[in-house]
């Protein structure tokens, strides 16, 4: 498995949620719904936010520790050269092997 595959695994429970929450922000503007279903905007607001500080917290290079949620979340790029190619900590390419 290389970190790559590690870190989408890992950001995949983080990514449902964003999704989630992000419908619940917009399907009440979308529809223009009124009260009790708008009170949904604020709420998917604040889960989305809750949501990418935990994703930023826990999605962890497993080399160095470095913060990897961009990569995890599909926030970065992944193609394999450019922003999204290694981890801007330790450096280490995300197509290497999981243990070193």
């Known amino acids: 498995m290389t970190i790559r595959a590690y870190l989408l695994r890992s950001g995949r429970r983080y990514r449902l949620a964003f999704f989630v929450f992000w419908a619940m922000a917009a399907v009440p503007g979308f529809f223009r719904l009124g009260p009790p279903y708008s009170y949904g905007w604020g709420l998917g607001i604040a889960g989305v936010a809750v949501t990418l500080l935990a994703a930023y917290r ?4 497993p ?14 790029p992944l193609w394999k050269t450019g922003p999204g ?3 801007p ?4 390419s ?7």
């Not at 826990?58 to 290079?61: D, G, L, T, W």
């Not at 900590?89 to 280490?92: H, P, T, W």
């Open 58 to 61: 826990s999605i962890r290079c």
């Open 94 to 100: 995300y197509e290497a092997p999981l243990t070193p």
């Open 63 to 76: 080399r160095c520790g470095g913060s990897a949620w961009m990569a995890g979340m599909r926030m970065a």
């Open 89 to 92: 900590r330790c450096e280490v």
């Open 85 to 87: 190619h290694a981890c």
